[in-house]
């Protein structure tokens, strides 16, 4: 007699059924794309990144770029553990579960890696609304964790030049681009970023020549969504063919309403949506609230093409991907895999009398 021997119902076995997970392509767990090495940031060796071959996709987990010594000096707030906040992470964090520091409050419910920081922070006070618990995933600056690294904000790490007003360098990117504050001349925010989420101009340390670099921002990808420079957001989305092109569609909820996510995408249209032809994403606040609360609110430049067709794909995507997920063998659907949803490998064990008799692999 043939048997699946699950988790649930042999935990004592070792390997029965696990998932294998996959690392995020473009750099995913650490960042390496196409072989290169990982970012090491330091405060004793300034990091000058790597011009060639661009543009490219950056890391989707790990360091994007590093912050500069100089920048680094502005910082007055203390880091827990008393750490180097030398690392700049990009946008998307790798996931939250009860497990988490000040986040009992989950319960069963996990929030995806893959989602940006924000957009994951306002899921967690959307499923813990009801616990009375105040939960900041970022600190005052905008970083967290062990090894510290900043993903948003970074409003400690530069000033306004008196002149320009522009926001002074914080860091330099993976490919030698500086990363600024989110203010350019005359001390606003820019409406001519690029899908990777920079621009051409001058900063106050160019000496006057107009260079590409990259800008601050309050919506993802807040610093680097990949190294440019591209004309279009879908250039961007060509760079992660895994994950942009084919990924996984998730649906998000917060306070605001319900939206769908393209998980480990980093590459945003002028909607803030990473799904093409969604729109404004309903999980997102109301713009007409963002307006009134920011007279100042950057309001993107992105060359896009949306159309109705477009959204109904989306949206039959998302809705094939659960229904695949649905019929997946119950024998193969461990409580592992309770209310989650993932990219990677399912693998199951066939025994039959005690003999190994084969292995499924199910893609995910």
Same mark, same amino acid.
């Given at each position: ?92 964090? #790798? @996931?939250? $579960?009860? /497990? ?6 989950? +319960?069963? !419910? &996990? ?61 330099? #990117? @993976?490919? $030698?681009? /500086? ?6 001349? +005359?001390? !606003? &925010? ?66 605001? /309403? ?107």
């Amino acid at each position: 007699m043939m048997m699946v021997v699950t988790l649930q119902l042999l935990p004592a076995l070792l390997l029965l059924l696990t998932k294998v997970s996959a690392q995020p392509p473009g750099g995913g767990g650490g960042g390496r794309p196409g072989g290169r090495p990982r970012i090491q940031c330091s405060l004793t060796t300034p990091f000058t990144g790597n011009r060639s071959d661009t543009p490219r996709a950056a890391p989707l987990r790990g360091n994007v770029g590093c912050v500069d010594l100089a920048a680094h000096a502005l910082r007055q707030l203390p880091i827990r553990g008393d750490q180097e906040g030398v690392n700049i992470y990009g946008p998307m964090e #790798a @996931g939250f $579960g009860s /497990g988490n520091p000040r986040m009992a409050c989950l +319960g069963d !419910v &996990e929030v995806p890696g893959g989602i940006d920081t924000n957009l994951a922070e306002h899921m967690v006070h959307y499923i813990c609304r009801d616990s009375g618990v105040e939960i900041q995933v970022l600190d005052a600056c905008g970083g967290h964790a062990m090894p510290y690294h900043y993903h948003e904000r970074m409003s400690c790490l530069f000033t306004a030049d008196p002149v320009t007003l522009h926001s002074t360098r914080i860091g330099t #990117a @993976g490919d $030698g681009n /500086g990363i600024y504050g989110k203010h350019v001349d +005359g001390g !606003v &925010e820019p409406d001519d970023l690029d899908a990777c989420g920079g621009r051409f101009g001058v900063t106050p340390d160019s000496n006057g020549q107009v260079v590409y670099y990259y800008s601050i921002t309050s919506a993802a990808p807040f610093s680097v969504g990949c190294y440019g420079p591209v004309n279009s957001v879908q250039e961007c989305r060509d760079m992660y063919p895994e994950t942009c092109g084919g990924g996984t569609i998730e649906t998000v909820t917060t306070i605001y /309403g319900t939206g769908l996510y393209t998980l480990d995408c980093p590459c945003f249209d002028k909607n803030q949506s990473n799904v093409i032809g969604q729109g404004r994403p309903g999980y997102l606040e109301p713009l007409e609230d963002v307006t009134t609360n920011n007279s100042n609110s950057s309001n993107y430049n992105f060359t896009t093409t949306m159309d109705d067709e477009e959204n109904e794909v989306a949206v039959a995507k998302k809705a094939q991907t659960d229904t695949e997920r649905e019929q997946i063998p119950s024998e193969v659907m461990s409580s592992a895999a309770v209310g989650t949803s993932f990219t990677g490998i399912w693998v199951t064990i066939f025994f039959s009398s005690g003999a190994f008799m084969g292995i499924l692999i199910l893609l995910q």
